[in-house]
């Protein structure tokens, strides 16, 4: 018995060794940098600090997102865990407040700050004399689901006086065969995985990894550039089932809503291939029904894209996430269809 534990505990150490030698001389080397290679390394999986926030992220964070390298973008995750700037909890007086809930569309991957559509709405809708903030709560990889529970659990405590929330072609396929990212995260707090896995993220080996990793991907898609952006393609009846799981999940997040006084709006986010057919798009069509039989504002800035499609409004040939000016048309079109009612809102404060 004494002989198995010392093969063991040998084995263990020459497993462990080189791990350790390997960790020490990337450290000595300036590892890790604190630039992280994954969106998802920013997620917060430390349960105390989560509960208190309101957002999904690290809080007070500053970082480097570097995938892939031509594309690399500065993140600022404020103290509630949110893309942005600092706010506080609930409004000051006066103020309007909107909430834009998505993907990684809404989060903004590969845009600094101020060229994420949250942020550039916000904007807009400020030039137009509006004292009105938009909280960007989107999440890499999310999809209704996610958005809701998020909504229901933590971000109407924002107070929001309008959510917005954007639609990827990608939506309805996310909610077959694979769990809420953020159940998922939920599930993890705390727990013995979530506390390992946030040790092998803070390490200079798993960068190295990442590093790694990202390299590989790169060489693979100029060998192949077909294998990187597709969508997975459902059974005619696997996308009747996630249309009416995705009507449902807006059903809930509607009802809460109306309960609060608070409005929905609805915005298709196109992407790259919209722009390269015509007339109406499948997804966008289905979305509008969707919306007008629930009374809900669809907003598409699809008509603006194909107008006049400059290369900047996504990122192709390297990834299909909205650039800088489809960031700043989708912007517009949601403050056309916001503007209005913020007036109409002051305009009934004002009377009272």
């Not at 506080?88 to 834009?100: S, Y």
């Not at 109406?280 to 009374?295: D, F, N, S, Y």
Request: hydrophobic share 40%.
């Amino acid at each position: 018995m004494g002989r198995r534990v010392t093969q063991a505990v040998l084995i263990l150490l020459l497993g462990v060794a080189p791990l350790v030698l390997l960790e020490a001389g990337l450290r000595v080397a300036g590892w890790p940098t604190g630039r992280v290679r994954t969106f998802g390394k920013l997620l917060n999986f430390e349960a105390e600090s989560w509960r208190s926030a309101v957002g999904m992220f690290h809080p007070s964070v500053r970082s480097t997102v570097m995938w892939p390298v031509e594309l690399s973008y500065q993140v600022q995750i404020n103290s509630l865990g949110l893309r942005g700037p600092e706010i506080e909890r609930t409004p000051p007086p006066g103020r309007t407040r909107v909430l834009a809930l998505g993907d990684s569309m809404t989060f903004g991957f590969y845009l600094e700050e101020d060229e994420t559509w949250p942020r550039q709405l916000e904007a807009e809708l400020r030039r137009s004399g509006a004292d009105v903030e938009v909280v960007n709560a989107g999440v890499g990889g999310w999809s209704i689901d996610s958005e809701t529970q998020f909504a229901l659990e933590r971000g109407l405590a924002l107070e929001p006086d309008h959510v917005v929330v954007g639609f990827c072609t990608n939506d309805p396929s996310d909610l077959i065969g694979q769990p809420g990212l953020y159940e998922s995260v939920k599930h993890s707090l705390g727990s013995a995985r979530g506390r390992f896995s946030a040790l092998v993220y803070s390490t200079a080996a798993y960068e190295l990894y990442l590093t790694a990793q990202v390299r590989f991907k790169q060489l693979r898609e100029r060998l192949d550039p077909r294998e990187p952006h597709a969508l997975r393609e459902l059974s005619p009846d696997e996308d009747a089932r996630a249309w009416q799981t995705y009507a449902g999940w807006i059903d809930r997040l509607q009802a809460a809503l109306h309960e609060r006084g608070s409005s929905l709006t609805l915005v298709y986010l196109p992407n790259p291939e919209d722009l390269d057919r015509d007339g109406p798009m499948p997804m966008e069509e289905q979305l509008r029904a969707l919306a007008e039989v629930r009374g809900i504002a669809f907003v598409s800035p699809l008509a603006a894209f194909r107008a006049d499609p400059v290369p900047a409004l996504h990122h192709m040939p390297i990834d299909p996430h909205l650039g800088v000016e489809g960031a700043r048309r989708v912007a517009r079109a949601v403050a056309a269809s916001l503007a209005p009612r913020l007036a109409q809102r002051s305009s009934g404060s004002a009377s009272r």
